[in-house]
């Protein structure tokens, strides 16, 4: 089981924004020394890095994606939600008690 | 940057299995590596990481004392060995580095190989 929760699914109309919660604990998301990745993982694909270090994205990501974090709890959040953005996306984090990284139990974004 | 993982296939409960991860394209020793799995219609699991140069390993719990990492940097590889496998070990194994800003942010994935535990 998880120890990052995420609500299981999310959908938006073409434009809108959806924000996806990730939910940790002080020994993850919380620890000041820790910050969150969120993943994006489009049917049949490999997962990508979509936003690291809380709120930072790489190179060639659309600034349509922002993460933030704030106590023990994580968020990314889609603008100009777009057809191409179905997809399933996933936190990460180190964890400090496990003394390893853990994933988010996933969130499956739809278009209407 | 490319991330080339093999040695998946079909394996008998109790078996056991290495996978490879061959990478290309950057500076394979200054970098940490990691091995997600993920199971037929879940979500991501982590499975592992070594650092780079050889250093600190971590395992999940899922795995921890029948995994070992170990990695060849005259080959550019990384290797994940698994024994006394079970049907919850079936999965798609995918390789990824870790970033410039911190070796917990995975950039690149590799393809991902398939591992079937079944009799």
């Known amino acids: 089981q998880s120890v990052l929760a995420q609500p299981p699914s999310a959908s938006g109309a073409p434009g809108q924004a959806v924000f996806i919660s990730c939910s940790g604990s002080?020994?993850?998301?919380?620890?000041?020394?820790?910050?969150v990745n969120w993943y994006q993982q489009l049917p049949g694909t490999a997962p990508k890095l979509l936003i690291y270090?809380?709120?930072q994205r790489p190179s060639g990501v659309s600034d349509r994606f922002s993460g933030s974090k704030s106590g023990t709890s994580a968020s990314l959040a889609v603008s100009g939600l777009q057809s191409e953005d179905e997809a399933d996306y996933y936190c990460?984090?180190?964890?400090?008690?496990?003394?390893?990284?853990?994933f988010g139990t996933g969130t499956k974004v739809t278009v209407l | 940057v490319q991330l080339v993982e093999s040695g998946g296939g079909v394996v008998q409960p109790g078996g056991s299995l290495r996978l490879s991860c061959e990478a290309s394209?950057?500076?394979?020793?200054?970098?940490?590596v990691h091995w997600v799995r993920q199971a037929p219609g879940k979500g991501l699991e982590w499975v592992g990481f070594?650092?780079?140069?050889?250093?600190?390993?971590f395992y999940a719990d899922s795995v921890k004392g029948r995994s070992t990492l170990s990695r060849d940097n005259s080959r550019n590889t990384v290797y994940l060995q698994l024994s006394s496998l079970t049907s919850e070990d079936t999965a798609v194994y995918y390789c990824?580095?870790?970033?410039?800003?911190?070796?917990?942010?995975?950039?690149?994935w590799g393809q991902g190989t398939l591992v079937a535990v079944s009799s």
């Open positions: 002080t020994s993850n998301i919380g620890s000041r020394r820790r910050t």
């Open positions: 270090s809380n709120d």
């Open positions: 990460a984090a180190w964890d400090d008690s496990l003394n390893h990284y853990v």
């Open positions: 394209g950057f500076n394979f020793n200054a970098y940490g």
């Open positions: 990824a580095k870790g970033s410039d800003y911190t070796n917990t942010a995975l950039d690149s």
């Open positions: 070594m650092q780079d140069e050889g250093g600190n390993k």
